[in-house]
């Protein structure tokens, strides 16, 4: 990991890489395709920096080490895929209304249930949204390339740290498994979460000292004594009933990324500024996409393209920017229909929205898009 090396890389090993650059000292995981080099690499990584791998019995025990490493200071990671990811909401639910910093690698393959265990799929999007159950905020980020991985996986880390939130980095089995080069750098900016003043004798582990939606957290053993439940509680971490208290609570959680939509977002735009044509597509299947909006492009048809990567929140304000000129949009994506879903809110019926899905385990030509958008853009 020397500054400037430019390194051929698999996905789930750039990931890794990410995550030890963004601080990572704690994994806990359970090992399930198509995500399993994410812990095996990180098995090997750790000690060598002085962190802790740990394999727990289950998923939702991996996903409780890790909230436990973050309550002590440490900068935590786990990695699953579909069913693995269903098994782990409860706990992440508990990372939210707890407001731990932590970090969730979900590798999307076929399902429901065990499905296609080694194939591409994008089924995965609407639960890393809601998944989870009651309001809760939800930040998801979907990388396109190996180069990515590694980025953005620093990049989940920081927002989990900034705003003190679980932190979801879901993209498909392809880009996961896939080697491209990789330029490694030394000068990612690297985020930590506030803690309080040394010695702050009102500390309180839910009190909104700043502002900002977002308390200081002590790590647990560095002298502050405080209670930490999944029960709605008030500013002192202990359980209140209903009423006022738990409206604040919840508003504030889910306020502090709400309120930051614009600034978390991150997407891509290729060809917007006269689009008439307007894909929307994430993951590997954006790769595809822009293949077909380049070709229809050089048969005279103003195509573009809008990639979102994050997912949560969608990067609506720079999505309807795109909207200006734009006559159709499609979303291909390899599900039966859920971030067009997103897509079909956003746009607001400005203009037909279409859906394009593949359900065969099976990545998308560029083909099967460039027919379906000659179909609908006759």
Avoid at 1 to 18: P, Y
């Amino acid at each position: 990991m020397s500054q400037n090396k430019r390194l051929l890389l698999q996905g789930n090993e750039a990931c890794v890489m990410g995550a030890l650059r963004a601080g990572m000292t704690f994994f806990a995981g359970y090992p399930i395709t198509p995500s399993s080099e994410i812990a095996e690499i990180s098995s090997i990584e750790l000690p060598k920096v002085g962190g802790r791998f740990i394999q727990m019995e289950d998923e939702i025990a991996s996903m409780a080490a890790v909230i436990g490493a973050s309550l002590t200071g440490q900068k935590a990671m786990t990695a699953t895929s579909g069913p693995g990811f269903s098994l782990k909401q409860e706990n992440i639910g508990y990372a939210a209304i707890a407001e731990v910093p932590c970090v969730i690698a979900s590798i999307m393959r076929m399902g429901p249930s065990t499905g296609l265990p080694t194939s591409p799929a994008q089924g995965d999007i609407m639960q890393a949204r809601w998944g989870t159950h009651g309001d809760h905020p939800a930040i998801c980020i979907c990388p396109t390339s190996v180069a990515e991985m590694y980025e953005l996986t620093i990049t989940a880390f920081n927002y989990a740290e900034k705003y003190r939130t679980p932190v979801i980095l879901s993209t498909d089995e392809v880009i996961a498994h896939m080697r491209e080069g990789v330029e490694i750098k030394d000068d990612y900016e690297i985020v930590n979460r506030k803690q309080p003043a040394p010695g702050d004798t009102s500390y309180q582990p839910y009190a909104d000292v700043d502002g900002d939606g977002v308390p200081p957290l002590a790590p647990f053993g560095a002298g502050y004594r405080y209670h930490v439940t999944g029960l709605a509680h008030g500013d002192d971490g202990f359980p209140v009933g209903p009423g006022a208290k738990n409206d604040i609570m919840l508003r504030r959680i889910c306020a502090k990324v709400e309120d930051h939509a614009d600034e978390i977002a991150i997407y891509e735009t290729q060809f917007t500024e006269d689009a008439e044509l307007l894909f929307v597509a994430a993951g590997s299947v954006a790769r595809a996409a822009m293949a077909v909006v380049k070709r229809l492009r050089a048969e005279g048809v103003k195509a573009g393209l809008f990639i979102p990567k994050t997912l949560w929140p969608f990067p609506a304000t720079a999505y309807k920017a795109c909207l200006e000129n734009v006559k159709q949009v499609i979303v291909p994506e390899l599900n039966l229909g859920q971030m067009v879903l997103e897509v079909e809110r956003i746009t607001g019926g400005k203009c037909p929205v279409s859906h394009v899905g593949k359900v065969t385990g099976e990545l998308f030509s560029t083909e099967e898009i460039y027919d379906f958008a000659m179909a609908v853009n006759k």
